[in-house]
């Protein structure tokens, strides 16, 4: 579907699919100093150590660039979706540097809010796999997102 998303236009079942996202060390480093700052993430030699054996993305770097792949590009909703919840996070693999990731929404429900007039409520799987289609991220999650607006 192109374009903006509204509630009405999400069905059960529907999946949408992400571009992708090439996953550097330098932004593996930079985000880990920020936000992750463990030798895993941080340093390539001393990752070789570790239970890793490499330099690897922070889950939770894992985590926004999935984020970003399917707010950004596979579901766009009409208006942002507001988080209510993630269920069943999970971190399948590494992410490494040179891994290009990409990610798929599939709707799992979609009603309107029983409390919020022009709202609704989505629950979505989320899958973030690598180049050769290796699980990398899944979850649950629950948003608030806009219903289509009534024209009289």
């Known amino acids: 579907m192109a374009g903006e998303l509204y509630l009405e236009d999400l069905k059960p079942g529907d999946r949408f699919r992400s571009g992708a996202a090439v996953v550097t060390a330098e932004r593996i480093v ?3 100093r920020e936000f992750d700052p463990q030798v895993f993430h ?3 030699e001393a990752a070789k150590t570790t239970v890793f054996g490499g330099l690897s993305a922070s889950g ?3 985590a926004s660039l999935t984020m970003r792949l399917f707010v950004g590009e596979a579901l766009r909703m009409a208006g942002g979706a507001v988080g209510l919840g993630v ?3 999970r971190w399948h693999k590494p992410v490494r540097p040179g891994d290009v990731l990409s990610a798929e ?3 799992l429900e979609s009603r309107a ?3 919020l007039a022009g709202k609704g409520v989505i629950r979505i ?3 973030t796999v690598n180049q050769a289609g290796e699980t990398v991220l899944s979850m649950e999650a629950a948003a608030l997102v806009n219903r289509r607006p009534t024209v009289f």
Do not use: E, M, R
């Open 30 to 32: 930079s985000f880990a």
């Open 42 to 44: 941080l340093d390539h």
């Open 60 to 62: 939770w770097h894992t």
């Open 87 to 89: 269920d069943k996070l």
């Open 105 to 107: 929404v599939l709707i």
């Open 113 to 115: 809010s029983k409390s």
């Open 125 to 127: 799987q989320v899958t």
